[in-house]
C-alpha cells in the first residue's frame, strides 16, 4: 500500500536522570491524501509526542527518535535540518490546542498569519498580508480586512482557532496536524471548527490526523482510528469499525466515558479507573492490565507477564488490537455493550 | 492614556511634597543646630543668630517648608529675611523659580549646584546603561541559546565574578592599572561634550561607565537568561518553530520580544536610582556628579543642598516610572488600555 504518509515503528524517547521515558514506542500508520486519521488516547499516551516527531520538532533537543516517517516516499528523520525545516510549514502543519496560548502575544494575527507564508514564499509583506486576508476570510473570519490588523487577544477563542487553522493551511500542506483543535473550545464552537475542517480539507485535498481524546469528534471527522495507550497504538482500524466492534478493553473504557444525550441521561458515566501508567517505568506486560476490568478472561498471569502483539482482530484483516483476550468480541456483545448502550443491544 | 499620565504625574507632585516635608521634619528633628553648622567653629551666638535669620532657619519648620515651595513655584531671593536684604543689596542672591534653596557652604544656590552635577551624572548613567544592557542581553542570550555548556556556565561565573567585586575595586583597578599604569586609556576626566565633543566625552565615560556596567550587568545577564528560557518553553515558540521559522528568527522575533520586555521596568528604575548612586564610582574617578554632591551636602550639613537632591532624585524615580509604564503599553498590546 503506497500511501501519501506512512510512519514504521516510531520511537520518541527521552533521556532523563531516573531513566528513559519512552513516548512512544513503536508507532506504525498509514495516511492516504484526502483522509483522516483520529489518533485517540488519555493525556500523556504519547499523542502529541508522535505528531511532534513527524514535523521534525525533536530536533536538537534530548529526544531520541527512531523509525521511518516517509512522507510521500521521503523519510523525514533521515534529511537534514534544513530540509526539515523548509518542509515545516509547507508539507507539513500543525495546529495546536490553545489558540492563546499557541499565538504571540505581541504580534498581529496578520503578522503571523503572513509570516507563514512568508517563510515559504519570497514575498513581500503587502503580499503576505493579502493572502493573510485571503485566508482569514476562507476560515469564515468576519471583516477579515480590518481583523487582520487585530492582536490575538482580541479574537474570541473560536476565531482564534479559525486563525491557527489559517496560519496552518495558507501554504497548503499536503499533510495537517490538529493536535485536539477543539478541547479549548465550547461545544458549539468546536462543531463549526470540525465542519470548517473538513470542508478546507475536501478543498485542499489535505491529509489530516487529528489528535484528541474525544471519540465524538472522531466518529465525526475521521475514517481510521488508531488508539493509543503509554506510547503504544493499543487498537487500529477504520472508525467504524473501531467505534461498533472495539476488541481491546482500553477501547472500551474509553466508549463507557463518553456521554450519550440521545439515551438514558441519568446513566452513570463510567470511568475509566486508575490513572494513565508511568511512562518511565511502565507496567509490565500489558501496561494496561493494572486498570483492565477483564483480566480474568485471560488465563494465568499472561496480562502481566506478555505484552501482547498488535495482531488482526477477530473480524477483518485491517483492525488491528493489542490484547491477550481470544473472544474480545463475544466479550464486547455480551458484557460491555449492554452496559454503554442497552438500546443498541436489541437492535443487533 | 493622557488621562493616564496626567493622573501619574498628579500622583508623583503630591509624593514629592510628602518628601519635602519629611526630609525637612527630618533635619530639624536631629540635634545639630544647622546655624551653628553654616556659620562656622568660631561663631559668637550674636552671628549665629544672624545666620539663622539669614537662612530662614529661625522661623517655624512648617513656615520654612512653606517658603521653599513659593520659591519652588515663584522663585526666591537670599538672604532670606526682609530686613538684611534692606541692609546689603548688593550681597543679595536671586533664585528664580524652580529655586531648590540656597548653599551657604559652597555659597551658590542648590539649582546652580545641581545645574553643575547633573549632566555629568546624566552622562554616566547613560553610558553605563548602554554597556550593560546590550552586554547583558547579549551576553545572558547567548547564554541562554546554549545553556548547560561551558559558554553559558563560563558567563554566569564571570557576571557573578564581577558582581562579587564591589564598585570600588573595580573602578580602582580599572583606574590605576588600565589607565595609568598600563596607559592602555587616557585617565578619564569628564569633558562636556560643549568643550570637548563627543568623542573626548565618550573617552572620559568609558572606565567609570564600565565600572558601573560590570555591576549592573550582573544581574541583568541572568534575568535575560532565565527570560528568554522561560520564553522557549512558550506554545508560541513551538508554533513559530512549526512555520518552518529559522532558529535566529524564531530566537529574536519570537523569543527575545517576549523575555526582554520585563526588561524595560528594571532598566527604567535602574537608571533613574544610578543618577544619585553612582557616589563610589564618582568618588574613585572624581566626577562631581549628583552622588558626590549629595554625600559631601550629607558630612557638611547642608540641608538646602540635600532637599533640593531628594527631590530631584525622587522626581527621577517618579518620572521613570510614568515612561516605564507608558513604553510598557507601547511594548505589550495587551496593556494597551482603550
Redesign the interface.
Known amino acids: 500500500m503506497s500511501s501519501f504518509l506512512s510512519v514504521r515503528d516510531l520511537k520518541v524517547h527521552f533521556p532523563t536522570v531516573d531513566g528513559v521515558v519512552k513516548a512512544t514506542d513503536g508507532l506504525s500508520f498509514d495516511l492516504a491524501k484526502g483522509k483522516t486519521l483520529g489518533i485517540v488516547g488519555e493525556s500523556g499516551s504519547g499523542k502529541s509526542v508522535s505528531s511532534s516527531a513527524i514535523l521534525g520538532l525533536h530536533r536538537n533537543t534530548t529526544a531520541q527518535v527512531s523509525g521511518e516517517i516517509l512522507l510521500d516516499g521521503v523519510d523525514l528523520l533521515k534529511v537534514s535540518d534544513e530540509e526539515m525545516r523548509r518542509r515545516r510549514g509547507k508539507d507539513v502543519a500543525m495546529i495546536f490546542q490553545d489558540p492563546l496560548s499557541a499565538m504571540h502575544p505581541y504580534y498581529t494575527v496578520g503578522n503571523q498569519i503572513g509570516e507563514a507564508y512568508r517563510v515559504h514564499h519570497d514575498v513581500s509583506r503587502k503580499v503576505a498580508k493579502a493572502r493573510a486576508v485571503e485566508m482569514l476570510d476562507r476560515v469564515g473570519i468576519p471583516q477579515p480586512d480590518r481583523r487582520v490588523d487585530d492582536y490575538p487577544h482580541q479574537f474570541s477563542g473560536g476565531m482564534r482557532q479559525r486563525a491557527m487553522i489559517a496560519m496552518g493551511l495558507i501554504n497548503n500542506p499536503g499533510l495537517l496536524i490538529a493536535d485536539e483543535p477543539t478541547t479549548a473550545l465550547d461545544v458549539t464552537v468546536q462543531a463549526q471548527i470540525l465542519d470548517l475542517l473538513q470542508d478546507l480539507q475536501r478543498e485542499f485535498e489535505s491529509g489530516v490526523i487529528i489528535i484528541t481524546h474525544d471519540l465524538g469528534v472522531v466518529a465525526e471527522m475521521a475514517d481510521d482510528v488508531l488508539v493509543m495507550y503509554a506510547g503504544r497504538a493499543v487498537e487500529y482500524g477504520t472508525t467504524k469499525e473501531i467505534l461498533t466492534h472495539p476488541e481491546m478493553p482500553y477501547t472500551w473504557g474509553l466508549l463507557s466515558s463518553v456521554p450519550d444525550v440521545s439515551g438514558d441521561t441519568n446513566a452513570a458515566l463510567v470511568p475509566i479507573p486508575g490513572n494513565p501508567p508511568s511512562l518511565l517505568s511502565p507496567p509490565s506486560g500489558c501496561p494496561f492490565h493494572p486498570r483492565c476490568q477483564h483480566k480474568d478472561k485471560v488465563e494465568g498471569d499472561l496480562c502481566s507477564t506478555v505484552l501482547p502483539e498488535l495482531v488482526p482482530g477477530t473480524r477483518t484483516e485491517g483492525h488491528l488490537k493489542r490484547c491477550h483476550i481470544t473472544n474480545p468480541d463475544v466479550v464486547f456483545e455480551r458484557e460491555v455493550l449492554p452496559e454503554i448502550a442497552p438500546d443498541l443491544v436489541e437492535e443487533r | 492614556m493622557f488621562a493616564y499620565v496626567i493622573r501619574r504625574l498628579f500622583i508623583g507632585v503630591i509624593l514629592l511634597l510628602v518628601m519635602s516635608l519629611v526630609t525637612f521634619v527630618l533635619f530639624f528633628a536631629s540635634p545639630v543646630d544647622p546655624g551653628r553648622y553654616a556659620c562656622g567653629k568660631n561663631c559668637s551666638p550674636a552671628q549665629i543668630k544672624q545666620t539663622n535669620k539669614a537662612l530662614g532657619y529661625s522661623k517655624p519648620v512648617v513656615e520654612q517648608w512653606t517658603d521653599f515651595l513659593k520659591g519652588v513655584v515663584a522663585g526666591r531671593q537670599y538672604p532670606d529675611d526682609a530686613e538684611l536684604r534692606a541692609a546689603a543689596p548688593q550681597l543679595v542672591t536671586d533664585c528664580p523659580a524652580p529655586c531648590l534653596g540656597y548653599s551657604v557652604v559652597n555659597s551658590t544656590t542648590v539649582n546652580e549646584e545641581i545645574k553643575e552635577a547633573f549632566p555629568v551624572s546624566l552622562s554616566l548613567a547613560l553610558a553605563a546603561l548602554v554597556m550593560w544592557v546590550t552586554g547583558g542581553v547579549i551576553f545572558g542570550t547567548i547564554a541562554a541559546v546554549r545553556k548547560g555548556s561551558i559558554v553559558d556556565r563560563g558567563i554566569v561565573a564571570a557576571s557573578l565574578v564581577f558582581y562579587a567585586f564591589p564598585a570600588f575595586f573595580i573602578g580602582i583597578f580599572l583606574l590605576k592599572f588600565v589607565a595609568i599604569k598600563w596607559q592602555l586609556v587616557p585617565p578619564p576626566a569628564y569633558t562636556p561634550i560643549a568643550e570637548g565633543g563627543p568623542g573626548l566625552w565618550l573617552q572620559g565615560l568609558l572606565l567609570p561607565g564600565l565600572t558601573l556596567a560590570l555591576l549592573y550587568m550582573a544581574g541583568y545577564v541572568r534575568m535575560t537568561r532565565a527570560f528568554v528560557l522561560e520564553s522557549m518553553t ?3 515558540i ?9 532558529n535566529r528568527r524564531v530566537l529574536i522575533k ?1 523569543s527575545m ?2 523575555a526582554l ?1 520585563p526588561l524595560v521596568t528594571l532598566i527604567g528604575l535602574d537608571f533613574a536610582g544610578l543618577m544619585g548612586g553612582a557616589i563610589i564610582t564618582e568618588t574613585v574617578f572624581n566626577y562631581n556628579g549628583l552622588g558626590k554632591l549629595a554625600v559631601e551636602a550629607n558630612l557638611t550639613y547642608d540641608l538646602p543642598t540635600i532637599i533640593g537632591l531628594v527631590l530631584l532624585l525622587g522626581s527621577f524615580v517618579i518620572v521613570a516610572n510614568i515612561i516605564v509604564d507608558v513604553l510598557y503599553a507601547v ?4 496593556v494597551r488600555v482603550g
Not at chain 2, 239 to 246: S, V
Open positions: 512558550e506554545d508560541y513551538r508554533t513559530a518553530r512549526a512555520k518552518g521559522l529559522k519570537h520580544r517576549a520586555t511594548i505589550d498590546p495587551r
